[in-house]
Structure formats: C-alpha cells, structure tokens
C-alpha cells in the first residue's frame, strides 16, 4: 500500500490517497478541501478509485465527498452511526478490499459516536480519535471522554507498537508518528485510570 498525506484546507486536515501498488486500485480517505490536489494525485498515478472512507461524519472530514464521488464514480463507505448519507455501513471489524489490499474498520467512538480507525500493511489511519502529540475533542455533540478512554486504553494502545500513525490532522510535531512512539512521548495515552481521564478531559 502506497499513501498519500495531503495536508488541505486551513484547519489542517488530512486527506489520504491510499494506494494498492499492483493494481492500481485506490481509496480516499475524509476529502474536504482543494480537491484538485487530490485530482492531481489520482491522474498523475492513474489510479482507479473504488471506495471514500470517512474516519467519523465532521464537515471537515467529508465537505469533500459528493463531488470526488462524481469525478471518480467511487462508492462513499462510512459506519453504521454516521448520520450523513453514504452508499455502504460498516461496522467494528469490518474488511474493505480494493485491489489486493485490505484495510480492516475498527470502531473507536469518543470523538463522535461514529468515529473509525482504519488499519491494514503496517498503516494505522487514526482519523481525530488520536492525533500525534494528542487526542481528539470530546465535547461535540456525540463525544464522550468515557467512550474516547476505552477507545484510547482496551483498543488502540494495544495495537501494534510499529503501527505508522497517520492522523486526521497536522496538529503534532510530525505529520506521522507511530503507535509504539505516541504510547511514550503522547501525554494523553499515559497509564491513567478512567475516572483521572474524564477528570483530565474535563479539565482541558
């Protein structure tokens, strides 16, 4: 799988074009804004666009979707709790093929009650659930500091320390980190226990 991090618009998101390299087939992740840049990276690799994947249903993760569903005649795929409109649902272990590549959905509600993260080829897109250095707000409606804890603590912190981190924003001193290195350095995903997290969360 070959990615494409493409920092867009000025809350400084990501968009990814994730790429399966033997056949060219591909998948975009949360399109929002400057589109030709991602338009450009679609016709300049030829690639073929099954599938939009959006990390949870924020404006800023999905403004993007309608017209790169037009301009490449892909499907948008989003989690049974999004409450946009989308062609398929997926749900916590869900597989979504394109070409020989394979990215499996994991469900991490916190930041929204329908966020997701999507891991496959040692690649961990972690949308705003965590961000390098951080985490994602948990007071939006449908966020839940109880929820992100258990996300954070039973799910991703027991994840594959190698995991690449790819995150839903450029907000850390890197615009990648991985697993093994946000458990050491990521003050957020230090040992604490669930109520000490709602009590840091509330304090933030």
């Not at 795929?77 to 409109?85: D, F, K, Y």
Request: aromatic share 8%; glycine share 8%; charged share 20%.
């Amino acid at each position: 799988m070959k990615v494409y991090q493409l920092e867009v618009g000025n809350m400084q998101n990501f968009t990814y074009v994730v790429q399966d390299e033997e056949t060219d087939e591909a998948v975009i992740i949360d399109p929002s804004w400057d589109l030709d840049q991602l338009i450009e990276v679609i016709q300049k690799n030829n690639l073929k666009v099954k599938y939009i994947i959006n990390t949870h249903h924020h404006f800023d993760h999905t403004v993007g979707n309608d017209a790169m569903a037009m301009q490449t005649g892909s499907k948008i795929i989003q989690h049974t709790a999004s409450t946009l409109r989308s062609d398929i649902r997926v749900s916590d272990g869900d597989k979504i093929s394109f070409g020989n590549s394979e990215l499996t959905v994991i469900h991490t509600p916190g930041h929204s009650k329908d966020s997701i993260c999507l891991v496959g080829d040692g690649k961990f897109f972690s949308g705003d659930t965590l961000f390098v250095g951080n985490c994602g707000r948990v007071d939006l409606p449908g966020g839940s500091a109880r929820e992100l804890y258990y996300s954070l603590f039973s799910l991703i912190s027991k994840m594959d320390e190698n995991l690449m981190l790819y995150p839903g924003h450029n907000y850390g001193n890197s615009p990648t980190s991985t697993i093994g290195r946000e458990k050491k350095t990521n003050f957020v995903l230090q040992p604490r226990t669930e109520n000490e997290f709602l009590e840091f969360m509330n304090s933030d």
